[in-house]
């Protein structure tokens, strides 16, 4: 079967998998950019999900994201 994106968490799923296999975790909303972050952060942008008020700071990420507030399943 053809793989979809999902719009939820921009990830590749199959449709027509069991739930446990399209299980999808990820933000509502977008981050939004809030500025810049004091020294002990070295003055890396700050992002804030607005959905659920979590920080990122992408200059400190290693691939990893802050994880998604609501659980699904992926969708087209
Ligand atoms: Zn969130
Ligand atoms: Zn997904």
Redesign the pocket.
């Known amino acids: 079967m053809a793989k979809k994106i999902?719009r939820?968490?921009g990830?590749e799923?199959e449709p027509g998998r069991s739930p446990e296999d399209n299980r999808?975790q990820?933000h509502p909303q977008k981050a939004e950019h809030m500025g810049t972050s004091d020294m002990h952060h070295d003055y890396s942008e700050v992002y804030k999900y607005p959905c659920c008020g979590q920080l990122e700071f992408p200059q400190y990420l290693t691939g990893e994201s802050a994880p998604g507030c609501v659980i699904g399943l992926?969708e087209e």
């Open positions: 999902c939820n968490c990830e799923f999808c990820y992926h």
